[in-house]
């Protein structure tokens, strides 16, 4: 497939692609081999892990820092709640992507109203988080709620909610902003592939007497279930590393802690803990991401 | 064709819309409120919710004093230059209400001063009127800035980060020493370090060079593999688009450290290279599969012609792949331009918008007329961008849906 009409010196290649790949070797393959070596030694990376071991107290040797990331109550709360964003969010979002990626096909404005659903995707995290902590805003001295949730609430004749530092609902609340952020993403690329299927296969289930529902579970959803796996997949990685949402709503605090918060945390106080927490991160990524490359493929062959 | 069948389309569409609607505003509302708030006065948005601005406003006394007084004296009080209602000399004299009262009960060339409609005769209604015509004449007297509704100070005061107990341009105009240790109340405060003029500076500081420099390295290992012969090709190429899947945690503590012992932190070109490393495996792809899929042909027979490679990237490649490089570029500007933790990390001296932000986030809550003045000035960007090119955002976004 390259044409060998065109004459060309032993190196010419590798001088096209050493710019590309000092850079990538510098800065991505370098760190990471570093990243795994400094979280087998301690907070500033001088000794082995080992020697952050206090006596008395349970240790791992050389694994202890993988002691903290598996073991410590933070961190468990931080696996707890990913786990919880993977469970609850991820599904949620994408049925919703869904739902209008289905809805917005039948109506003649379209194309505005998946630009209001995806318009959150171009602006920042931070940006979003700002704005949802605008509305989850509690006012406690007595005046009137500024936040409109609380104001909806106190209109109904119910008590304000401290949304955000409550524990029995914080979490939840923040789940809302990731599903508000990235529904957007889910319904763009769900609705591709519905577009893509043959018009003749659904007015063939209509002429046969399907309704829309029956359509919607039989036909359309069975067809894109590849894209659907993709999307989940997806949804998936993007979970396992959410930071900003949670940064700069709550700090992780009141019970919301998640791995990538904490691994920010300690990138200045702990060398050892911190990489180990990144390492712990890429380890339940990459069988995703490998999943997720290959479908990603096959899906690129098909087309 | 069944009669009614459009009509009875319209009337089975009717959930749907109604949901799409639903939807579509629970979406829009948040950065609706963010929006509206900013151009709110503080006190305003300390006070009331922002959707009472799609109430007509009450503000205290208007309607006493539209009743009694705006017919001969104006809406504004000046309409009488002999008795100016919104200057602060004659409210001097009507410290309170009785006082005011003595003196409405004198007549005015023979007519009583207030006749139509006669003040309450009830002595007590009388002076609770008048109390309340008088906190609305104060309320004129202070430059008229109670009445306004929207305001663009929250964007001078999130601009310059100012902070102050009443806004930046009030402040310099009435030259609060203790309040502007840090300003110099002209335009060299846009690039104050705490503001976002001076953010919104680091950010295209960071986000221009950052989106040219992966896309031409990509170009040109796209070309070599593409259209040049080597061996290990496959292999090197299935690598370089592997490390994709490497989340840039993964990297932060080993660069940081790296950039510690060089004096690279808080460098611009620090941070241009991690995010050039990091946009390359994705752009590489994009650009391989761009350029794979141009004719073979054109560059045959530019070899013929007497072009080598050099000229043949230049001259047709590049301009060529203009499509996968838009796209490319949109993706990858967008993405700087909203990005957090690499900038928080890598640039601690020179914050971008988005680490402004949350340095101007008040833990109290106190702060809100800045903040979403802030937030909204790091979005224009993004939504001019998004709007113009959606198309081109939309397809970087869904082809790198892999991306780490």
């Given at each position: 497939m390259v044409p060998t009409i065109m004459k060309q010196g032993r190196i010419a290649p590798f001088l096209y692609l050493l710019p590309a790949m000092a850079v990538i070797t510098i800065f991505i393959v370098y760190p990471m081999i570093e990243t795994v070596r400094l979280s087998f030694t301690n907070r500033y990376g001088?000794?082995?892990?080992?020697?952050s071991c206090l006596p008395g107290n349970p240790c791992w040797g050389i694994f202890e820092n993988y002691r903290y990331a598996l073991t410590n109550p933070e961190m468990l709360t931080a696996l707890r709640n990913n786990a919880l964003w993977l469970l609850l969010m991820v599904p949620v979002t994408v049925a919703l992507g869904l739902v209008v990626a289905i809805l917005a096909d039948?109506?003649?404005?379209e194309s505005l109203a998946k630009a209001v659903i995806f318009m959150?995707?171009?602006?920042?995290f931070i940006g979003a988080g700002i704005i949802w902590r605008f509305m989850y805003n509690i006012e406690s001295g007595g005046g009137a709620q500024t936040g409109l949730l609380n104001a909806i609430l106190v209109g109904l004749g119910l008590q304000p909610v401290a949304w955000l530092s409550n524990p029995a609902v914080n979490n939840l609340a923040l789940m809302a902003v990731g599903t508000w952020l990235w529904a957007g993403f889910c319904m763009t690329i769900l609705s591709a592939a519905i577009k893509g299927l043959s018009v003749e296969i659904i007015e063939a289930a209509h002429v046969d007497g399907a309704n829309g529902w029956q359509t919607f579970r039989n036909i359309t959803v069975p067809m894109i279930w590849p894209t659907i796996l993709v999307v989940t997949t997806t949804m998936v990685i993007n979970i396992l590393k959410i930071f900003d949402i949670v940064f700069v709503m709550t700090g992780g605090n009141f019970g919301t802690e998640v791995i990538a918060n904490r691994m920010f945390k300690l990138i200045v106080t702990d060398l050892g803990r911190s990489t180990a927490i990144a390492v712990l991160l890429v380890v339940l990524t990459i069988p995703v991401m490998y999943y997720n490359m290959r479908r990603f493929r096959e899906e690129e062959a098909m087309r | 064709m069944k009669p009614f069948s459009s009509l009875n389309r319209i009337f089975s569409n009717i959930p749907i819309h109604a949901a799409l609607i639903l939807l579509c505003l629970l979406w829009i509302v948040p950065t609706l409120g963010l929006f509206v708030t900013s151009f709110r006065p503080r006190e305003d948005v300390r006070t009331s919710g922002w959707w009472t601005v799609f109430q007509p406003r009450q503000v205290v006394g208007e309607t006493e004093y539209d009743t009694?007084?705006?017919?001969?004296?104006g809406a504004d009080g000046k309409e009488i230059s002999a008795a100016d209602l919104s200057s602060p000399e004659l409210l001097v004299d009507y410290p309170r209400s009785n006082r005011l009262l003595t003196a409405l009960r004198k007549d005015i060339d023979g007519k009583p001063h207030l006749s139509d409609p006669a003040l309450p005769s009830n002595p007590n209604k009388a002076l609770d009127t008048l109390s309340k015509i008088l906190d609305y004449m104060r309320s004129l007297s202070s430059g008229g800035t109670a009445k306004e509704r929207f305001t663009l100070r929250n964007y001078a005061d999130a601009l310059v980060g100012y902070k102050g107990t009443q806004d930046y341009l009030t402040d310099c105009q009435q030259g609060v020493a203790s309040a502007l240790a840090?300003?110099?109340?002209?335009?060299?405060?846009?690039?104050?370090?705490?503001?976002m003029g001076r953010a919104l500076l680091n950010t295209i500081m960071v986000a221009v060079p950052a989106t040219i420099l992966p896309i031409l390295l990509a170009a040109f290992a796209a070309y070599a593999f593409t259209w040049m012969d080597f061996k290990g090709r496959q292999l090197l190429f299935i690598i370089l688009v592997g490390l994709q899947i490497v989340p840039l945690q993964m990297t932060l503590v080993p660069i940081a450290r790296l950039y510690a012992q060089l004096g690279m932190q808080s460098t611009f070109y620090g941070i241009w290279l991690f995010h050039t490393a990091f946009g390359l495996p994705y752009a590489i792809f994009l650009m391989s599969n761009f350029l794979r899929g141009l004719p073979r042909e054109l560059f045959e027979s530019a070899y013929i012609d007497g072009a080598n490679h050099w000229i043949s990237f230049w001259n047709m490649a590049l301009p060529l792949a203009l499509p996968a490089i838009a796209a490319l570029g949109i993706f990858q500007f967008l993405w700087l331009w909203n990005d957090f933790l690499v900038a928080k990390i890598f640039l601690t001296t020179q914050p971008v918008l988005t680490v402004q932000i949350t340095n101007l986030i008040d833990p109290r809550g106190g702060n809100w007329h800045i903040l979403t003045g802030a937030a909204f000035l790091s979005f224009i960007i993004p939504m001019l961008v998004f709007f113009a090119f959606q198309r081109y955002f939309v397809r970087g976004l869904t082809a790198g849906a892999v991306k780490g």
């Open positions: 001088t000794g082995t892990a080992a020697s039948r109506v003649r404005y959150p995707m171009a602006i920042s | 009694y007084c705006a017919s001969c004296h840090k300003f110099q109340c002209n335009s060299s405060d846009l690039l104050n370090p705490e503001g």
